[in-house]
Every structure is written in structure tokens, then in C-alpha cells.
């Protein structure tokens, strides 16, 4: 196919897998939103998130074996079809039930159009390995991107936009892919034998699992931290968390420039653990402080995940199914990190608040205050935690009206301070073991590699 | 050293750095200051007046209170702000009015020992008040916890003629 021809084509498949490896993370910072909206738990929002990663984990090999046999092209246009669909009904879901069951469906579609873009992108780039880059590149965009594109769509419009929003952007990648399918529909499908060297690579796989883990930690909890312990609103935590998309290009370009894969995954590894490691020692509750974890963590992510997804697609064929299994790693490591953090921070989180208000209260009571009214603001701070649903509350109100005196208004101002200032320590505090733990899962993934690299002599 | 080593050892540094700067900026310690073992007495402040002795005596008899329920003194204020705090608090700690208020008697008589201990109260008044602590119904006791000033300044009427001596007695 000549390169003019190619492109369009060559768009629309990297569309799709960014599209659909993006929709992993897009609902991240829609979460606090849909947890107040449908009235669930912590735990049972998480599940939006883990669903659509349980079922791409669980469909994405089968997946690539139908789209083998089916025609990648019909696959991958049927599979986007069921991906738009899905995503209509999760934007019309009025309930958690309904929303995870389509994301589950959103899940199966998504999984035949990632690992058939797969297979069709070696005949429209031309070459195994530059068909790998890209769809590598594609992936490792949309997952950087997802959050960022979530939180601004979820405080401009809603968070069902970001589902309504990927019906057309689905229908789009899926028009060039439609002359493909058209064709195999026209001259049948010839699946090719597999071959002998198509196994898996275990340890990049592996490693792109525990590496995942920690990515999808790292991700979550931070905007979790911004939202609900900062009490930033979903297009403030957006334009956080972009920094790690614009590490990510600058990954990209670093790792333009060093050639050896296991050096990048090892690297990105490091960098990952690094910048989860700032994250679990924040000093101070301040969002300019999460900047350089983030940039660790972007690039990070940008080296490893494209340096793992290369080495284990590489001289394997078919691509296809290596691809599905490298996307089963990915998306069961994002599942084991959010099923094992969320329990650890949900607890250090409610922890965390009592201590950090029992901190507060404390300086009240210390404080040379007159008695009836310290007893008053401790009433009412218990009753503002009783009226923020898991979020860390803003206690300014508590204070209001301030006292028109000039001693006792500065002395209501330094208490609404401090009691803030602990209850800023509590949602920080909180967050640290669950980004220790994925710093730990990150630096585990070196093991894989360094084994990996043995395997490769 | 080849563009593979240099990126991972640029990488270790570059992780190493921030986790070592963030933790001497305190990243370790960044956390809700601890609260104070309520069953551990506290240093009661010079009391040099009436409002003094009369917050100190409220925080005395909260730590007291709390020591008996194994809660914190925090957690007890408020819940003795109001019904619903109450509410919340019993249905939390799973403690009835009647544990309630036998672990604020306790507090309230542990207020009147710091307080003697302390020589904020004479062994004339405490021993009177701690008697009538030990009867004392809950919303009084809740009133008397919330703030002792109009008590104390009132002692005068609950002892009679040996009130008239709290003016004298209080240093």
C-alpha cells in the first residue's frame, strides 16, 4: 500500500487503540462525580474502573484469535461498533449496575478492535516493527491522555460526555477500516497457520503487568488525592495530572534516542517507582509539589510501557495475539492495582480523616477561646463531616461569620487555618502506604526485566 | 558509558534525588498531628481566674470522661455539642445515655482532683463538688463540662454559707 493510501488508515487504527486503551483511565477523575451521582461506595466506583480492565484482561487473547478467523478488518469494525454502542449505554446509565455491565460489553468491543488493529497495521505501515511502535505509541497516548480528557469533559459538560463523546470518535476510526472489512467480506478470510514461535514472552509480560499496577495507582490515587483530599474540581485535577501526558511525549522523544528496549524498560521502571515514591512523601499538601513526581512518573511510563510492548511483540508472530497478550497484561495489572490499593487507601483514608479532625478539634480545645464556643465549633465540624460524603471537607464555613473584634477574628483565623492544615495532613497522610506499595510494585518489575534480558542473549 | 547505561543511571539518580529531597523537606512526618492519651493527666496552665480554672476544669473532666469510654477527648466534644452529635456518637461507639453519663461523672470528679492537685481548688470546695458531681444528672453534667464558669460562680448558692469562701480560696 503506498504511503498516501496508508495514512488515513494508519490514523484510524491508532485512534482506535488510543481510544479504546484510553477508555482504562478516561473515567478516573469522572469517579468522585459518579460516586455522588449513583450513590455507591468507594469501592463500588472502583468497579467501573476494574470491570472494563477484568474483561479487556480476560478477552483480549480470544479476541485476537477471532479476529484471525473472522478477518481483522471485520473484527476490528465490528468491535468498534460494539465499542460506541456500549459506551451510549454507559452515558444513558442511570444506575451502577447498568453502567459496569456496559463497560463490560464496552470492554469485549474494545478488545476486538485493539488486537485487530494489530494485525491490520503491519500491511498498512509496512513493517512488523514499525506496526508495533505505533500501536505501542497509540496505547501508551491514550492511557497518558485519558485522565486529563475525563476530568475537562466531566466538569464542562457531565460525565456521561466522555461516554456519549466516543460513539463518534469510534464511528470515525472505524470508516477507513470499513473498505478492509468490505474487502474480506467480498474474498473470505485465509486464517494463517500459527506458528511454533508464537509464544508468549512471559517476563515482558509480567513486567508489563506489575508496571501497569503501579501506573494505574499511580493515576487513580493521585487524582483521588486531588479531588477528594484537595478538593480541586475535575478540570483543576485535569490540568494537574496533563503533566503526565506532556512527560510522556518527552519520554517518547528520550526514548527515541537510546535503542536497547531492556536499558528503556528498566529505566522507565525506575522512573515510575521514583516518581510514586515523591508521591508517598509529599511534605506538604500543595499541588505544585506533585509536578515533579508526575514528570517521573510520565516519562517513566512513556519508556516502559512502549520498551515491555515492543520486546514482547517482537519477532513473535502473529502480532495479534502477542498484542492480545500484551494487552491481557496490561489491563490485569491495572485490575490487581486497583483491587489491591483501593481497600488500603479506603481504610488509611477514613483513618486519616478521624485523626487529622481529632488533631483539628484538639486545637480548638486548646485554644483561649471562650468554653461554649469551642464546644460550638465542635459541633459544627462534626456536622460538616457528616454532610461531605467522603471527601475531605472545606471547614471555612465552620468560622462563619468571623467575630468583628480584631483579636478574636485573627484568633478564629488562625484555628480555621490549623484545623485545615491537619485535615490537608490527614488526605495526604492517607494516600502514602497505597503509593508506597505501587513504587514497591514498580521496583518489582525490574526483576522480570533483568530476567527477561537473560532470556533475550 | 553507552545511551542505555547513561538512561538508567541518569533515571536512579533522578528518582533518587526526589524521594531523598522530598523526605528532608519532612515528606516522612507529614501527617495529623497525634492527640494527646486522654488517660494521661495534663499540666494544668498558672489558672489565674475563674474563666481559667473553669476551661481547664472542662478539659480535665472531658479527658477524664473519654479516658473511661476509650475514646478521644476530640471525639467526646463533639458529641457533646449537641443531641445529634450524641446520636451519632452513640450509634458509632455503640454507648448509651446511662454509660454516657456515668463516664462524664467520672470525668467531672477526675476535673475536681486535677483541680485540687493542681491548687485551683481548695479541699473545701472540691470536697463538696466532687459529692455533688457524683449525683449529678446528664444534661447538668453536659452543661457543667460545656462551661464551668457559671458553676463555679454559682458554687456559692449549691454550698451555702461555705460557698462565700470560693473568692478567697481560688489562688
Same mark, same amino acid.
Given at each position: 500500500?503506498?504511503?498516501?493510501?496508508?495514512?488515513?488508515?494508519?490514523?484510524?487504527?491508532?485512534?482506535?487503540?488510543?481510544?479504546?486503551?484510553?477508555?482504562?483511565?478516561?473515567?478516573?477523575?469522572?469517579?468522585?462525580?459518579?460516586?455522588?451521582?449513583?450513590?455507591?461506595?468507594?469501592?463500588?466506583?472502583?468497579?467501573?474502573?476494574?470491570?472494563?480492565?477484568?474483561?479487556?484482561?480476560?478477552?483480549?487473547?480470544?479476541?485476537?484469535?477471532?479476529?484471525?478467523?473472522?478477518?481483522?478488518?471485520?473484527?476490528?469494525?465490528?468491535?468498534?461498533?460494539?465499542?460506541?454502542?456500549?459506551?451510549?449505554?454507559?452515558?444513558?446509565?442511570?444506575?451502577?449496575?447498568?453502567?459496569?455491565?456496559?463497560?463490560?460489553?464496552?470492554?469485549?468491543?474494545?478488545?476486538?478492535?485493539?488486537?485487530?488493529?494489530?494485525?491490520? %497495521?503491519? #500491511?498498512?505501515? +509496512? =513493517?512488523?516493527? *514499525?506496526?508495533?511502535?505505533?500501536? $505501542?505509541? !497509540?496505547? &501508551?497516548?491514550?492511557? /497518558?491522555?485519558?485522565?486529563?480528557?475525563?476530568?475537562?469533559?466531566?466538569?464542562?459538560?457531565?460525565?456521561?460526555?466522555?461516554?456519549?463523546?466516543?460513539?463518534?470518535?469510534?464511528?470515525?476510526?472505524?470508516?477507513?477500516?470499513?473498505?478492509?472489512?468490505?474487502?474480506?467480506?467480498?474474498?473470505?478470510?485465509?486464517?494463517?497457520?500459527?506458528?511454533?514461535?508464537?509464544?508468549?514472552?512471559?517476563?515482558?509480560?509480567?513486567?508489563?503487568?506489575?508496571?501497569?499496577?503501579?501506573?494505574?495507582?499511580?493515576?487513580?490515587?493521585?487524582?483521588?488525592?486531588?479531588?477528594?483530599?484537595?478538593?480541586?474540581?475535575?478540570?483543576?485535577?485535569?490540568?494537574?495530572?496533563?503533566?503526565?501526558? %506532556?512527560? #510522556?511525549?518527552? +519520554? =517518547?522523544?528520550? *526514548?527515541?534516542?537510546?535503542?536497547? $528496549?531492556? !536499558?528503556? &524498560?528498566?529505566?522507565? /521502571?525506575?522512573?515510575?517507582?521514583?516518581?510514586?515514591?515523591?508521591?508517598?512523601?509529599?511534605?506538604?499538601?500543595?499541588?505544585?509539589?506533585?509536578?515533579?513526581?508526575?514528570?517521573?512518573?510520565?516519562?517513566?511510563?512513556?519508556?516502559?510501557?512502549?520498551?515491555?510492548?515492543?520486546?514482547?511483540?517482537?519477532?513473535?508472530?502473529?502480532?495479534?495475539?502477542?498484542?492480545?497478550?500484551?494487552?491481557?497484561?496490561?489491563?490485569?495489572?491495572?485490575?490487581?492495582?486497583?483491587?489491591?490499593?483501593?481497600?488500603?487507601?479506603?481504610?488509611?483514608?477514613?483513618?486519616?480523616?478521624?485523626?487529622?479532625?481529632?488533631?483539628?478539634?484538639?486545637?480548638?480545645?486548646?485554644?483561649?477561646?471562650?468554653?461554649?464556643?469551642?464546644?460550638?465549633?465542635?459541633?459544627?465540624?462534626?456536622?460538616?463531616?457528616?454532610?461531605?460524603?467522603?471527601?475531605?471537607?472545606?471547614?471555612?464555613?465552620?468560622?462563619?461569620?468571623?467575630?468583628?473584634?480584631?483579636?478574636?477574628?485573627?484568633?478564629?483565623?488562625?484555628?480555621?487555618?490549623?484545623?485545615?492544615?491537619?485535615?490537608?495532613?490527614?488526605?495526604?497522610?492517607?494516600?502514602?502506604?497505597?503509593?508506597?506499595?505501587?513504587?514497591?510494585?514498580?521496583?518489582?518489575?525490574?526483576?522480570?526485566?533483568?530476567?527477561?534480558?537473560?532470556?533475550?542473549? | 558509558?553507552?545511551?542505555?547505561?547513561?538512561?538508567?543511571?541518569?533515571?536512579?539518580?533522578?528518582?533518587?534525588?526526589?524521594?531523598?529531597?522530598?523526605?528532608?523537606?519532612?515528606?516522612?512526618?507529614?501527617?495529623?498531628?497525634?492527640?494527646?492519651?486522654?488517660?494521661?493527666?495534663?499540666?494544668?496552665?498558672?489558672?489565674?481566674?475563674?474563666?481559667?480554672?473553669?476551661?481547664?476544669?472542662?478539659?480535665?473532666?472531658?479527658?477524664?470522661?473519654?479516658?473511661?469510654?476509650?475514646?478521644?477527648?476530640?471525639?467526646?466534644?463533639?458529641?457533646?455539642?449537641?443531641?445529634?452529635?450524641?446520636?451519632?456518637?452513640?450509634?458509632?461507639?455503640?454507648?448509651?445515655?446511662?454509660?454516657?453519663?456515668?463516664?462524664?461523672?467520672?470525668?467531672?470528679?477526675?476535673?475536681?482532683?486535677?483541680?485540687?492537685?493542681?491548687?485551683?481548688?481548695?479541699?473545701?470546695?472540691?470536697?463538696?463538688?466532687?459529692?455533688?458531681?457524683?449525683?449529678?444528672?446528664?444534661?447538668?453534667?453536659?452543661?457543667?463540662?460545656?462551661?464551668?464558669?457559671?458553676?463555679?460562680?454559682?458554687?456559692?448558692?449549691?454550698?451555702?454559707?461555705?460557698?462565700?469562701?470560693?473568692?478567697?480560696?481560688?489562688?
Amino acid at each position: 500500500m503506498n504511503p498516501e493510501a496508508a495514512r488515513p488508515r494508519v490514523t484510524a487504527l491508532a485512534l482506535a487503540v488510543g481510544l479504546v486503551l484510553a477508555d482504562s483511565s478516561v473515567v478516573v477523575l469522572a469517579l468522585p462525580e459518579i460516586y455522588r451521582e449513583l450513590d455507591t461506595s468507594v469501592a463500588g466506583v472502583t468497579w467501573v474502573l476494574v470491570s472494563f480492565n477484568l474483561v479487556m484482561a480476560l478477552a483480549a487473547v480470544p479476541a485476537a484469535l477471532l479476529a484471525r478467523r473472522a478477518g481483522p478488518g471485520r473484527a476490528a469494525a465490528v468491535g468498534l461498533a460494539v465499542f460506541a454502542g456500549a459506551g451510549l449505554a454507559c452515558g444513558l446509565a442511570d444506575d451502577l449496575s447498568t453502567l459496569i455491565l456496559a463497560r463490560c460489553v464496552q470492554a469485549l468491543g474494545g478488545a476486538a478492535a485493539v488486537t485487530a488493529a494489530l494485525e491490520l %497495521l503491519p #500491511a498498512t505501515v +509496512g =513493517s512488523e516493527r *514499525g506496526a508495533a511502535h505505533v500501536w $505501542a505509541a !497509540a496505547g &501508551a497516548t491514550g492511557a /497518558a491522555l485519558g485522565p486529563a480528557i475525563g476530568g475537562i469533559l466531566t466538569e464542562l459538560v457531565s460525565w456521561q460526555s466522555i461516554f456519549l463523546l466516543q460513539v463518534p470518535v469510534a464511528l470515525v476510526a472505524a470508516a477507513p477500516i470499513l473498505a478492509v472489512a468490505r474487502h474480506e467480506a467480498a474474498t473470505g478470510v485465509i486464517e494463517p497457520e500459527l506458528r511454533r514461535t508464537g509464544r508468549p514472552h512471559l517476563w515482558a509480560n509480567l513486567a508489563l503487568a506489575m508496571v501497569s499496577a503501579a501506573i494505574a495507582a499511580a493515576l487513580f490515587l493521585l487524582v483521588l488525592l486531588l479531588i477528594e483530599g484537595w478538593r480541586l474540581t475535575p478540570i483543576g485535577a485535569a490540568i494537574v495530572v496533563s503533566v503526565m501526558p %506532556l512527560a #510522556a511525549l518527552l +519520554g =517518547s522523544r528520550l *526514548g527515541g534516542l537510546v535503542p536497547s $528496549a531492556r !536499558a528503556r &524498560a528498566a529505566a522507565g /521502571a525506575i522512573l515510575v517507582s521514583g516518581g510514586l515514591g515523591g508521591l508517598a512523601l509529599l511534605p506538604k499538601a500543595e499541588v505544585a509539589l506533585t509536578v515533579p513526581p508526575q514528570i517521573l512518573v510520565g516519562i517513566g511510563l512513556s519508556l516502559v510501557l512502549s520498551a515491555l510492548t515492543e520486546t514482547a511483540l517482537g519477532g513473535r508472530s502473529p502480532q495479534a495475539i502477542h498484542g492480545g497478550w500484551t494487552i491481557s497484561a496490561r489491563h490485569a495489572g491495572v485490575v490487581l492495582g486497583l483491587l489491591a490499593l483501593t481497600p488500603i487507601f479506603t481504610h488509611d483514608i477514613e483513618a486519616q480523616r478521624r485523626d487529622a479532625i481529632d488533631a483539628g478539634t484538639a486545637v480548638i480545645l486548646d485554644s483561649p477561646v471562650d468554653p461554649l464556643l469551642k464546644i460550638e465549633l465542635a459541633g459544627k465540624i462534626s456536622d460538616r463531616l457528616g454532610g461531605e460524603k467522603g471527601k475531605v471537607p472545606t471547614l471555612g464555613p465552620v468560622f462563619e461569620p468571623l467575630p468583628e473584634d480584631p483579636g478574636e477574628r485573627a484568633e478564629a483565623e488562625r484555628l480555621r487555618d490549623e484545623l485545615q492544615e491537619q485535615l490537608d495532613r490527614g488526605a495526604t497522610h492517607a494516600f502514602s502506604p497505597s503509593f508506597g506499595l505501587a513504587a514497591l510494585l514498580g521496583l518489582l518489575a525490574l526483576v522480570p526485566i533483568g530476567l527477561a534480558r537473560r532470556v533475550e542473549l | 558509558m553507552s545511551r542505555g547505561r547513561l538512561l538508567v543511571v541518569g533515571s536512579l539518580v533522578a528518582s533518587l534525588a526526589l524521594v531523598g529531597v522530598y523526605l528532608a523537606a519532612g515528606g516522612a512526618s507529614y501527617a495529623p498531628e497525634k492527640t494527646q492519651n486522654p488517660c494521661k493527666s495534663r499540666a494544668w496552665r498558672n489558672p489565674g481566674n475563674l474563666q481559667q480554672i473553669a476551661e481547664q476544669f472542662s478539659l480535665s473532666a472531658l479527658d477524664g470522661a473519654a479516658c473511661e469510654l476509650g475514646v478521644s477527648r476530640e471525639a467526646l466534644a463533639r458529641a457533646l455539642a449537641s443531641k445529634e452529635g450524641r446520636e451519632r456518637f452513640a450509634k458509632r461507639y455503640g454507648i448509651d445515655d446511662a454509660k454516657l453519663a456515668e463516664a462524664i461523672r467520672a470525668g467531672l470528679v477526675r476535673a475536681v482532683d486535677d483541680a485540687e492537685e493542681a491548687g485551683a481548688l481548695s479541699p473545701f470546695i472540691a470536697g463538696p463538688l466532687r459529692a455533688t458531681v457524683e449525683q449529678i444528672p446528664l444534661p447538668e453534667a453536659i452543661e457543667l463540662i460545656r462551661d464551668a464558669r457559671k458553676t463555679l460562680s454559682s458554687l456559692e448558692d449549691l454550698l451555702g454559707p461555705a460557698g462565700g469562701l470560693i473568692e478567697e480560696l481560688i489562688p
